[in-house]
């Protein structure tokens, strides 16, 4: 469920939102290791955390029924299956002069862009607002793809697909990609 599983680290905190309910209803939460959560067991000690959906029952319910699913229809065993075929989809990108990097794990995957492909040369401040802002994010709505285009680090365009799909949709993520990617050459 969490990707501390398939990386092999044990965290103090967890914390989750939307996912949890898959944005059916709000609630947020978090999950504290032992040693973290030990000095709350007992005594007059409490954790002053938010209350704006802590434990709400309808929220909560959502959550569970969400797991089940989850569960019941293999979510998690259908994406670890199919992650490699995501990866390699995209990687087909690399091709274009402006993708320098595909990175990510399972169906959350950035798509990083630079100038200069053999230097690794980012874009400027102003270059990146005109790629993103004036041209990416738009275009990518415009071409069905529901992803962000973000500047914060290195200029990215996001992807977290329905964990769903499988290699039909991949390719069609790419292909959509492909043509929005090599459009946004003619706007740096």
């Given at each position: 469920?969490?990707?501390?599983?398939?990386?092999?680290?044990?965290?103090?905190i967890?914390?989750?939102?939307?996912?949890?309910?898959?944005?059916?209803?709000?609630?947020?939460?978090?999950?504290?290791?032992?040693?973290?959560?030990?000095?709350?067991?007992?005594?007059?000690?409490?954790?002053?955390h938010?209350?704006?959906?802590?434990?709400?029952?309808v929220?909560?319910?959502?959550?569970?029924?969400?797991?089940?699913?989850?569960?019941?229809?293999?979510?998690?065993?259908?994406?670890?299956?199919?992650?490699?075929?995501?990866?390699?989809?995209?990687?087909?990108?690399?091709?274009?002069?402006?993708?320098g990097?595909?990175?990510?794990?399972?169906?959350?995957?950035?798509?990083?862009?630079?100038?200069?492909?053999?230097?690794?040369?980012?874009?400027?401040?102003?270059?990146?607002?005109?790629?993103l802002?004036?041209?990416?994010?738009?275009?990518?709505?415009?071409?069905?793809?529901?992803?962000?285009?973000?500047?914060?680090?290195?200029?990215?365009?996001?992807?977290?697909?329905?964990?769903?799909?499988?290699?039909?949709?991949?390719?069609?993520?790419?292909?959509?990609?492909?043509?929005?990617?090599?459009?946004?050459?003619?706007?740096?």
């Amino acid at each position: 469920m969490f990707a501390c599983d398939d990386f092999g680290y044990v965290p103090d905190i967890i914390t989750t939102a939307k996912g949890i309910t898959s944005g059916y209803a709000p609630l947020g939460l978090m999950i504290a290791s032992e040693r973290i959560f030990e000095p709350f067991k007992q005594g007059t000690n409490f954790f002053p955390h938010g209350y704006t959906w802590g434990g709400h029952p309808v929220s909560a319910a959502a959550a569970m029924a969400n797991l089940d699913i989850f569960e019941r229809e293999g979510l998690n065993a259908h994406v670890k299956e199919n992650a490699p075929a995501f990866r390699h989809t995209l990687e087909r990108l690399l091709d274009l002069p402006i993708v320098g990097d595909v990175r990510g794990a399972g169906y959350f995957y950035g798509i990083e862009m630079v100038k200069d492909k053999t230097t690794r040369e980012t874009f400027d401040a102003e270059e990146s607002e005109r790629l993103l802002r004036g041209f990416l994010s738009k275009a990518l709505f415009d071409a069905g793809l529901y992803c962000r285009a973000d500047d914060r680090g290195d200029p990215v365009i996001q992807l977290a697909p329905p964990l769903t799909i499988g290699q039909a949709e991949f390719d069609d993520i790419e292909s959509r990609l492909r043509g929005v990617l090599t459009e946004a050459l003619n706007h740096i």
